[in-house]
């Protein structure tokens, strides 16, 4: 289970990457795509193209950690990018959680893929 801070800093990027990133990857995608320092504590949330995939890097202070989620069936709705996003936005910790477990955070509603078998 993730454990979110409500005063964790969490952005979302919100142009899709390539999955197969991973600590350095995700690093430099930090740096270059949504000019951030990665070490400066913020969760940074990636999504796949299809929307089914998500990762998020967070330093912690002594390293880098990569949580990866894969849903079996459905996506995860995501935030179209706008001019003036800087490609991320920010998101509250409590509404990352929710994203992670299945709430759409447009109208409140668990989406149909949360509902377990």
Do not use: Y
Request: with cysteine; net charge positive.
């Amino acid at each position: 289970m993730l454990t979110l801070s409500g005063s964790l800093r969490v952005f979302l990027a919100l142009e899709p990457c390539d999955m197969r990133k991973s600590f350095d990857g995700l690093h430099a995608l930090v740096v270059t795509r949504l000019g951030d320092d990665p070490r400066g504590g913020a969760v940074f949330v990636f999504i796949n193209r299809t929307h089914n995939i998500i990762k998020l890097l967070h330093w912690d202070g002594t390293g880098l950690w990569v949580h990866a989620k894969k849903l079996q069936r459905g996506t995860f709705r995501w935030p179209k990018p706008t001019a003036s996003s800087n490609g991320k936005i920010s998101l509250e910790p409590a509404a990352l959680a929710m994203l992670t477990d299945g709430i759409d955070l447009r109208d409140g509603l668990r989406r149909a893929w949360f509902e377990r078998e």
